[in-house]
Structures are given as structure tokens and as C-alpha cells.
Nanobody
Framework: QVQLVESGGGSVQPGGSLRLSCSAS????????MAWVRHDPRKGLEWIAG????????YYADSVKGRFAISRDNDKDMLFLEMTNIQREDSARYYC?????????????????????WGQGTQVTVSS
């Protein structure tokens, strides 16, 4: 079955960096667009980045553009999110997602929590 397991979250000071990882299994990883999303109870669910199958197309939410970078290693079935210049508003639970559609991966179609395949998430807390 499809499994997505995130790691790499934790506590970080404003301006700091983190690298989130997602290990994928149970499906042909290199044939799917992937995405990162985050959820904060005060702000709800937010798509933040998407990447094409061959890692030749990248899409970012304005809130993270220029600070976060999505990447993948198709040989190892891994998805990554490099987070730099982290701000307090980046505090959230981050999820690795295999969206149901390419447009969801690109951030042009709203996500639904009952669609696609989600990991269990990894918490990022920003505090000084």
C-alpha cells in the first residue's frame, strides 16, 4: 500500500533552516507529481510546493517562494523540502502528499484531505 513517512521537523529559531524528508513506498514514485502542504490550526491547510515527476517543474506558494525548495530523488523514492530563513508564521505540521491530480500538485486546484495520499506529518515549531 502507499506509504509516505516524513521526518526532519523540530524546533527552530527565526531565520534558521530545516530539511524535511519524505520516504515513499508502495507505488512507482517516479511516475507521480508530489507536493508538500502544511496545516496550522489557526490558518488551516496550505499547499506550499509541488514538483513534477522528473523534477523539471517546480511550483511554490507566494508565502514560501525564495525561502523553501522542493526536490526529489527518484532513485531513492525520496521527497525533500529545504526550508531557509524560517519565520514564525511557518510553524505548522508539514505533510508529504501524493495529490490526486497534477493541478493539485501545482497548487492550482484546492486540496481536500480526503483526496490523495498523505503522510503522518512532521511538526515544525518556530520560536526564539
Amino acid at each position: 500500500q502507499v506509504q509516505l513517512v516524513e521526518s526532519g521537523g523540530g524546533s527552530v529559531q527565526p531565520g534558521g533552516s530545516l530539511r524535511l524528508s519524505c520516504s515513499a513506498s508502495g507505488f512507482p514514485f517516479n511516475k507521480y507529481w508530489m507536493a508538500w502542504v502544511r496545516h496550522d490550526p489557526r490558518k488551516g491547510l496550505e499547499w506550499i510546493a509541488g514538483i513534477s515527476m522528473k523534477a523539471d517543474k517546480f511550483y511554490y506558494a507566494d508565502s514560501v517562494k525564495g525561502r523553501f525548495a522542493i526536490s526529489r530523488d527518484n532513485d531513492k523514492d525520496m521527497l525533500f523540502l529545504e526550508m531557509t530563513n524560517i519565520q514564525r508564521e511557518d510553524s505548522a505540521r508539514y505533510y508529504c502528499l501524493r495529490p490526486s491530480t497534477v493541478s493539485q500538485a501545482m497548487g492550482t486546484t484546492p486540496l481536500r484531505e480526503d483526496e490523495g495520499y498523505w503522510g503522518q506529518g512532521t511538526q515544525v515549531t518556530v520560536s526564539s
